[in-house]
């Protein structure tokens, strides 16, 4: 199987020809959320990212098994294994069970996923139903002598493995840069090195989320589920690996640590990170009140919010920058967005009508090219939309009689349309669609009252023409007891 894809790997800061292990099956693992509040617009980005590249791979024919995680357990309130489990402590303040919390919560980010359109990973493992696998794990990492039990907990020897390995390498952190930043905390006395994590944590008697292990009654550390249900679902060497730039450090270098001393090489081939978002230049924070959950992005209702925006507007959004760089997000920003992508469904909308000529005076097969071409570098979207503009404006002169095309490039036309616009960049035309329902609606209420009015004055030709006239567009009108019901034929 051919493709021209090149994709950016973190790891050796190029860009690399995607070359698949097994084609056609590509492997592809991303890290999920922790579910402990309302998926908000932090969520989307990652979600739309590995979304376009995987709706891309299936595209080019391949069989791609996407596999993102649900943490529900471990993931402590700092990433260097202090304070509380994040699930614990909202079950703790809400009064839920700790699964009760989850529950709640990935019911949430599901529900804002589809509206976005991502399509469902093919497994969504939960870090909890894999304890004894974590276990196995954490074993053969003892076996091979790159971790040590204290007092029932289980640590990560990072200096020992960098002796062998070089840890480090995929965010550029040197450890004696590490040592000098880590700062001594409470607890953390039972490690070797401040820069050590957890694989393994004994619970404290007060501790909710607990199994039986061979060192104690605890709960694994919160990077070991990833390099556990990775290769577990995908084999000890798989394709890619995403996430945000923010679990570079620690997640995805403590993962990569883990999985090479358990297995003795790298598991990942490719690793892909996407950009963040910041809101009015702002890193996105409760402390700020810039927090904004997507049900308050749909529905409008956050002080920031100056009007609620669709799904599809925030997906277009998200896809007008490309997913390496950061995203600004502001009111005027998704306001843009929202014209673009209307302007873009609307055209769609008359590429349907186009009249054809015998000749065409612009060149879609060249158009077509460089909308593969633009997917094929790294999957840069805001290229792939501008050359889509491009076919807007053709669509529009064609329309207007200044260009001129074929039924054969119409139809190609239509064709880079619908593969671009909907199957990789996954927009749908839902949004413009509730709106002209909304429109056909008040404009048919409209009609109907002034048929009304006509049959009031006894004028029987109008109002027998009105019904007429509609039938023609396809619309019947019956008199029913208390008025009049309208539906398409
Ligand atoms: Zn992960």
Redesign the pocket.
């Known amino acids: 199987m051919q493709n021209n894809l090149a994709l950016y790997n973190s790891l050796s800061r190029k860009k690399e020809p995607f070359k698949p292990l097994h084609p056609p099956f590509v492997g592809l693992y991303v ?2 959320p922790t579910v402990y509040s309302d998926a908000h617009l932090g969520h989307a980005r990652p979600a739309i990212t590995f979304d376009l590249l995987y709706r891309y791979l299936m595209h080019l024919g391949y069989r791609v098994r996407y596999v993102r ?1 649900v ?1 529900d357990v471990g993931h402590l309130e700092n990433d260097a294994d202090e304070g509380e489990d994040k699930i614990q402590k909202k079950a703790r303040l809400e009064h839920l069970e700790p699964m009760e919390v989850v529950q709640k919560y990935l019911n949430n980010f599901l529900k804002n996923m589809e509206k976005l359109n991502t399509l469902h990973p093919s497994i969504e493992p939960r870090a909890s139903g894999h304890i004894i696998e974590q276990q196995e794990f954490i074993k053969s990492i003892i076996e091979k002598g790159y971790a040590y039990e204290v007092n029932g907990s289980v640590y990560f020897d990072v200096l020992k493995y960098s002796q062998k390995y070089p840890y480090g390498k995929l965010s550029g952190r040197v450890l004696e840069e590490l040592q000098a930043t880590v700062r001594d905390l409470e607890g953390q006395d039972e490690k070797r090195n401040l820069f050590d994590f957890a694989l393994w944590k004994k619970a404290a008697p007060e501790h909710l989320m607990r199994w039986p292990s061979p060192w104690s009654d605890g709960f694994p550390g ?2 070991l ?2 390099s556990v249900m990775s290769t577990k679902y995908l084999g000890n060497i798989f394709d890619i690996h995403g ?1 945000g730039m923010d ?1 570079q450090f620690p ?2 270098e403590c ?1 990569i640590a883990q999985s090479t001393a358990a297995l003795g090489k790298e598991s990942v081939r490719y690793w892909i990170h996407n950009n963040m978002i910041t809101i009015n230049g702002q890193k996105m924070a409760r402390s700020l009140g810039n927090y904004i959950t997507l049900d308050q992005l749909f529905n409008g209702e956050h002080p920031l919010l100056q009007q609620k925006y669709s799904p599809m507007t925030v997906r277009f959004f998200i896809l007008q920058a490309h997913y390496r760089s950061t995203i600004d997000f502001s009111n005027e920003a998704l306001q843009a967005a929202e014209k673009g992508l209307q302007k873009l469904l609307k055209a769609t909308a008359t590429l349907k009508n186009l009249r054809p000529s015998s000749e065409s005076t612009v060149d879609i097969k060249n158009l077509q090219a460089k909308c593969y071409e633009a997917m094929d570098d790294d999957l840069n979207s805001p290229v792939l939309l501008s050359n889509l503009f491009e076919g807007v404006k053709y669509i529009n002169s064609v329309n207007d009689s200044a260009e001129k095309l074929t039924a054969g490039d119409i139809e190609l036309l239509g064709n880079v349309f619908r593969t671009f616009v909907f199957d990789i960049l996954g927009l749908t035309d839902e949004g413009i669609n509730a709106g002209d329902e909304k429109l056909t609606e008040g404009l048919m209420k409209i009609i109907i009252d002034l048929r009304q009015e006509a049959k009031n004055r006894k004028e029987w030709s109008t109002s027998d023409k009105i019904r007429e006239d509609l039938k023609k567009a396809g619309i019947i009108l019956r008199d029913v007891k208390d008025g009049v019901e309208w539906e398409r034929e």
């Open positions: 890290c999920g995680n943490t919160w990077h589920e990833c996430g679990l997640h995805h993962e």
